[in-house]
DNA sequence: GACAATCTACGAAAGTATTCGTATTAAACG
DNA sequence: CGTTTAATACGAATACTTTCGTAGATTGTC
């Protein structure tokens, strides 16, 4: 049975995650596949058995080949990282975080009409 | 001699780093007092010894009472780490990232003022 | 049915990060 | 001057993450 608190997936973990969100569910070979040439498929078998026990997939082991799909929404991680890189790096600040995101690229015009939109939005609550 | 490519730091170097960053050049003393009861004197001085291997501090043993100062600027470290999240969580996309940054926070109007001058300053080039 | 291919389970090895114990040395104090 | 206090060095213990080897079971093939 899973925690009832679900942790903040490693770095391979990640990497599972993403593909997974991307494909939804997926067999191992299927994940071995994009994960590239240079993880084993036994590793990763492991790493998938690791992330149901964390709760961070679902196994689907009805057939002998079985099928995981994540149990987290990818949104949800999204922001549990980020807030936690906000703590940690940015003492809180999102504005510094937005700052170093956004420095060094040059955004498309769309990108930015997409921000300012973001931003009417949030301040209209 | 310290490695000519700086590596990112880990979780507890960045704790100290952040220190560092805030205090300026300080003695495992004084690093020591401001982590928490829960790091011991040596495992801060071991830390301390390992991120000057790594480059990420400098150290002045002139005096017994070593003083250790940040070797990489804070901007730049945040934007390797939130670059670095970007690709790892992201896929890349910086508007994805800013929105769960800003998410489920109320930012303050004098906050999104900031981000709006951003946001034109961006555009401006 | 026998054999090869494929899959899961699992423990252990390897790698990395963190913590700690202990030795040694230098300063401070009486 | 001798003893206590405070500092660095460093190896080793612990913890966490990732990788791998091997065993056992099931499916497919001839």
Redesign the interface.
């Known amino acids: 049975m899973p925690p009832n608190t679900i942790p903040r997936p490693t ?1 391979s973990e ?2 599972i995650l ?1 593909i997974l969100w991307r494909r939804g569910p997926s067999t191992v070979r299927e994940v071995v596949g994009e994960l590239g040439a240079d993880t084993g498929y036994t590793t990763a078998l492991k790493l998938l058995q690791i992330m149901t026990e964390k709760g961070l997939v679902s196994r689907d082991d009805a057939e002998r080949t079985h099928i995981f799909a994540p149990a987290v929404p990818e ?1 949800t ?3 549990q ?3 936690d ?2 703590d ?4 809180g600040s ?14 498309s ?1 769309a ?2 009409t ?3 939109r ?2 009417d939005s ?2 209209g ?1």
Chains 1, 2 share one sequence.
Do not use: C, I, Y
């Open positions: 770095e990640l990497s993403r949104e991680t999204q922001r990282l980020v807030t890189l906000l940690r790096a940015f003492g999102a504005q510094k975080l937005v700052l170093q995101a956004l420095a060094g690229r040059k955004p015009k990108e930015v997409e921000l300012r973001l931003l949030l301040e609550k």
